[in-house]
């Protein structure tokens, strides 16, 4: 079941994010806080009682202080940016994080806003979320160097 987060599913939600942190960037608790003010979507998926993945994107003008919002800011006046997806791995493969994609496009459809945003890891590689983004659509639009030339990432995004 996708539901909207609740400050009950921050704990899990931290852990989540800490189990994929190579992935992503580290987040605590006051982070989130941070983080969920600021999002337009932030949604859970629940499963026997379980937060086992979420889902969490801002709209242009948020305020997000991030180099990556930035650079999508910079060139697109209506979008949402995907901060960060994360599925649990036990249940990776189920169709949980195309899911939530799914719904977040409904969301952007039902805000009229006509573009979805995210970036992947390219340098080092993060071949499996290059593979499951292209599989929905997203496509390259650009490309940075951040963490002081240290990591590459591709800057994706699907037109609705």
């Known amino acids: 079941m996708i539901r909207d987060a609740r400050g009950a599913d921050y704990p899990a939600i931290v852990n989540l994010n800490a189990e994929a942190v190579e992935f992503t960037s580290a987040m605590d608790l006051e982070r989130l ?3 969920a003010a600021l999002a337009a979507y932030h949604r859970v998926v629940e499963t026997n009682a379980r937060v086992v993945a979420f889902l969490l994107a801002m709209k242009d003008g948020a305020g997000y202080e991030n180099d990556n919002f930035n650079w999508f800011s910079s060139r697109y006046e209506r979008f949402l940016y995907v901060d960060r997806i994360v599925v649990d791995k036990r ?3 189920r169709g949980i994080g195309t899911m939530l994609y799914k719904n977040l496009f409904v969301f952007a459809h039902q805000q009229e806003i006509p573009l979805v945003t995210c970036e992947i890891n390219a340098v080092p590689p993060n071949k ?3 593979r499951f983004h292209g599989g929905l659509g ?3 639009v650009g490309s ?6 240290a ?3 591709s800057m994706q995004a699907i037109l609705l």
């Open 151 to 153: 990591k590459k990432v």
């Open 33 to 35: 806080k941070y983080l």
């Open 138 to 140: 997203f496509r390259e």
């Open 144 to 149: 940075q160097w951040i963490c002081d030339g």
């Open 91 to 93: 249940y990776h493969g």
């Open 128 to 130: 499996a979320s290059a």
